[in-house]
Each structure stands twice: as structure tokens, then as C-alpha cells.
């Protein structure tokens, strides 16, 4: 089934330790996207990349980096874990854009200790 | 920057109701998404409708751009149709979705 697939689906992270949170797609959509979903505050975009090469900040981009070697692939790397990085990581992807419809991976749910 | 405002932010209803979810955009918009959080968490595309009226099954959702507002409505509602709803706007200039707080639907048997 075509979609978006993220890895892990759920991981407990000691403080200061790297993580890279993984996404794939297979609809060859030219835009990527990391939601963070955290209650009360509802989704804040994280890094965006709106074609493969390409990379940009969102609204909450301190402490995590992505990279976008390829159309498929949307890595997100937190270099040094802390507990305000506690949340539900969403994966996206769209096929123009912020106007193209927008379709969500599973989710991963990440706890830092 | 853009402000979404959805209402109610919770509602309970009895199923087999009807009901109907607003979302308010305080400018002009290009599109206009509603996606469906059920409670695995789940995060589902209902509809596309930057303006006009679009029907998917018991669900339906017209989007009056020009008095920039949106509504879902659901009929005959039933116990899956629980978990949150968001709308997402595009606005002119800007290269993410905006995203409302959600309206938390509860459909009780």
C-alpha cells in the first residue's frame, strides 16, 4: 500500500543522546514535512523541504536537523536529546506544496528521559 | 501571521446525531484542509476544499472562502467518527500549513 512509513513507531531516549527519527514515501511527492504534536499546542511544523536537495525551518526548529538526499527520503535528527523533545513526531508529505493535499505517516512517539 | 479558529473545541454527541464543526480563518486563504485524528492517533485527509461544497459519504464540507470560513458536517454519526478534527489553511505567502487547535468529537453509543 502506497503511503508514508516512519520508523520507529515509539521510542524511550535517555537525555543527550542522538536520535534520527526515519520517513519514507512512495508517492513521489516533491514535499516533506515533520509535525510535532504535543497536547494543548496541537501540530507545529518543524523542518520542511519542499524538493529533494532543499531544506527549511518551521515554526520550532531549534535542536533537530533534516536532510533530503532523495525524493523518498526525510530524516530527522535530534543531535542531543532533551526532555522538552517529548512528543508525537509526525512525517508528512504533499505534492505541491503547502497547495497540495497533505497526507500524515503513523506517527513516532518519542520519550526523553 | 494567519489565525485558525476552530469551534466547539470538544462536543459529545449521541450516535446516530448530526453535527456540524466550524472553522474560522482571519484571512484570505488558497486552500483549505479538514483531517480526521482518530484515538490510535492516526491522522487521515477528509477533504480538499479551498471553496464549494464536497460530499464523502456521511461526511460533507463547504468552505465559503470569501467569508473565510469552513464547516464539516457529519450525519448519522457513529462511534468511529470519535477523535479529533483539525482544518489547515494555505495563505498567501506561506510555504506550510497552519493548522487549528482541533475540535475533540466524542460519539457515545
Known amino acids: 500500500i502506497a503511503g508514508i512509513t516512519q520508523a520507529p513507531t515509539s521510542q524511550i531516549l535517555a537525555a543527550g543522546r542522538r536520535m534520527t527519527l526515519r520517513c519514507t514515501q512512495d508517492?513521489?511527492?516533491?514535499?516533506m514535512y515533520w509535525y510535532r504534536q504535543d497536547l494543548g499546542l496541537g501540530l507545529r511544523l518543524i523542518h520542511y523541504s519542499n524538493t529533494a536537495g532543499t531544506t527549511g525551518k518551521g515554526e520550532v526548529p531549534d535542536g533537530y536537523s533534516v536532510s533530503r538526499a532523495n525524493t523518498d527520503d526525510f530524516p530527522l535528527t535530534l543531535a542531543s536529546a532533551v526532555p522538552s523533545q517529548t512528543s508525537v513526531y509526525f512525517c508528512?508529505?504533499?505534492?505541491?506544496?503547502?497547495?497540495?493535499?497533505?497526507?500524515f505517516g503513523e506517527g513516532s512517539r518519542l520519550t526523553v528521559l | 501571521g494567519i489565525q485558525v479558529e476552530q469551534s466547539p473545541p470538544d462536543l459529545i454527541l449521541q450516535e446516530g446525531a448530526n453535527s456540524t464543526l466550524r472553522c474560522n480563518f482571519s484571512?484570505?486563504?488558497?486552500?483549505l484542509q479538514w483531517f480526521h485524528q482518530n484515538p490510535w492517533g492516526q491522522l487521515i485527509n477528509l477533504f480538499y476544499?479551498?471553496?464549494g461544497t464536497k460530499q464523502n459519504g456521511r461526511l460533507s464540507a463547504t468552505t465559503v472562502a470569501t467569508e473565510r470560513y469552513s464547516l464539516l458536517y457529519i450525519s448519522s454519526s457513529q462511534t468511529t467518527d470519535s477523535g479529533v478534527y483539525f482544518c489547515?489553511?494555505?495563505?498567501?505567502?506561506?510555504?506550510?500549513?497552519?493548522f487549528g487547535k482541533g475540535t475533540k468529537l466524542s460519539v457515545i453509543p
Open positions: 484571512d484570505s486563504v488558497n486552500n
Open positions: 489547515a489553511v494555505d495563505w498567501a505567502g506561506s510555504y506550510q500549513l497552519t
Open positions: 508517492m513521489r511527492h516533491n514535499a
Open positions: 476544499i479551498p471553496s
Open positions: 508528512a508529505s504533499s505534492d505541491q506544496g503547502a497547495a497540495g493535499e497533505l497526507f
